[in-house]
């Protein structure tokens, strides 16, 4: 009987806070894959979190909570799960893995907002998708790579086999090749998505076969570290990695999730929040490029024009005439391609030195 | 200057029993420590920690948690105890994280080879094919141990890479979901493939913990009243005593490899079946070799391994749940965790060994005193 009355009074109590601190405020809850210190792919996504939070008023309207390095596994509906019922009321899973999971978990918890970055499952109505179009950024890249590449070859630290990372290269091949029709991209398949060890050694590989620019879609500082101090060009991944690199970065693409975090929370507290499938670029301020250094400023005014023209819809990056690595056409003369076959990409685009791994 | 373990003639039988009870309060001072440093209160830390993911015993509110630590646990206990039989009969499996992944193939060729093949013996078929994964992939390294001598050590841990490769390979290529827009992973798996939850109303949790538990208790009845225990027993301890009691060495080789196998590719397939519902690249996060820290938790002793396995499962929930109430970072949690497991290796140690210093005898007491002169010593 004392033990079941104790009971009570616990629930009661965490009743009661519970209750306390929603009606106080916000609280936003954001899942990462990996460390919040990795300056790549985390680190934006929290840096967007803090953004979100100083935006809407700060620490006494949004509340924040994360959990790091969470595993994609049978982990991940734990953890989502965790913060359901820890008084969340919108969770962002940061990481493609974590798609089922949040299905899984929106289904019990319809009143709660879930936020799934890079997924394509959108299985009840109180679960959103999101994603950024990092391949304007990537042609960009390629266009300043084919400008000032004497080799004439680039060397590109890829992480997994997957369409986003297909449809970069492709991007990135495309751009440099308007430049110099024989540009050519060498591609090393890390295997990872944070390794500094792999990256900085898939780095040196490509420097020793003469590539004398590098690229990544790998999220670690190393390969900026390692063309330093072989004396090389790269550029940065998902955050600003200039200091990384101060004679070496020529601009990077930066992941900016604050506008979108901003806009999704405070949807959230005027109670207009609605299921969405965004895929927004360079228009919306997704996708940002760094500052360009390291450069000619005629490569810089060339950079920034197609930085514009993609920004304000004038040119998209997959527009033909392009055709598959094997010579097959794809995109007809003035054709852009359509967003599923790119976000189901599996192939390679003419000039990608490299076997796509099936 | 240097130190030596000591085996002492005779262990304590208090200290034995007590020794995880000090070596828990040891890390409740050291994490308090810790915690306290961090500008975080220590109470709420371990509170977090040890009590919250367990306050489903009495609050229906929070029994998702004991359903959680019955998921993570089981995968840890299945595999951990395979590997004392393993460990027990002196042979060094250490790559059941392998045998996890071969084990969790073979399981899921019938779901994604077959998908039109829906009849109530799907499940059963899955089981049995991801224990004979299991085994087959775990008598590589027995077949290799006991016809060529090679090391085990060595051989199994290398096979876990191929097997984490061969898988990734599969849900890139040939298996992978032809409506997944190119992202790596097979179908979902359909309803008659999927493991029954124990309790769907409370929570998540899978029939793959009660084999954990099965496991346990069967492996338990045979290395302590049977004949067949006595002799991994005794191969393990003195292999020369075992050739005189007419024991075949070889065939325990391939006895421990193909037991632990089978309840490694078990784990596999429940984990698949179970939680997952699908077999892609991300299932390998590291089981095969946390339950090595299992197996030697619990003592090599299936019932204790039931226990260390709880307890481990336990950090890790507890260690989420301090994430996100004191915002210490998951290296924190790590680290803590790590002190959980230092000291109950340590005080286990201490009981079975004593610390001696000895003096080098190498060292002259001129050069002694050199580098004492230096602040060396």
Redesign the interface.
Known sequence: MKKSLLSIAAAAAVLSLGTFAAEAKVKACFVYVGPIGDFGWTYQHHQGALEMQEALGGESEVELAYLESVPEGADAERAIERFARSGCNIIFTTSFGYMDATNAVAGKFPDIKFEHATGYKREHPNVSTYNSRFHEGRYVQGVIAASISEAGVAGYIASFPIPEVVMGINAFVLGAQSVNPDFKVKVVWANTWFDPGKEADAAKALIDQGVDVITQHTDSTAPMQVAAERGIKAFGQASDMIKFGPETQLTSIIDDWGHYYTERVKAVIDGTWEQVDVWEGMAEEHVVMAEYTNMPDDVKAKAADIEAKIKSGEFDPFTGPVNKQDGSAWLAEGEVAEAGVLLGMNFYVEGVDDQLPQ | MRVELIKRPQQSALFSAVSPFIALGLTLIAGAIMFSLLGKNPLDALYYYFIDPLTGI??P?NR?QLH?LA??AAPLILIAVGLSVCFLSNNWNIGAEGQFVAGAMAGSMIPVLFPEFHSWIVLPLMLIMGMAGGAAYASIPAFLKVRFNTNEILTSLMLVYVAQLFN?WLV??PWRNPEG????GTV?FHEYAILPQIWPDAG?AHWGFIFALIAAVAVWFMLSKTVKGFEVKVLGQSPRAGRFAGFSASRMVFFAFLISGALAGLAGIS?VA?????L?E??S?GYGFTAIIVAFLGRLNPLGIVAAGLILALT??GG??A???L?V???TVRAFQGMLLFFVLASDTLIHYRIRLVASPAAKPAELAATEAAGNV
């Not at chain 2, 179970?274 to 699908?278: A, D, L, Q, S």
């Open positions: 009495w609050d509110f998702w959680e998921i993570k990734d890139r290529g827009f190119s992202f790596p979902r998540r984990e179970g939680p997952v519902e699908h892609n991300k299932i996060i890790y929930l989420e749940a994430q996100i109430s915002q970072s998951d290296k």
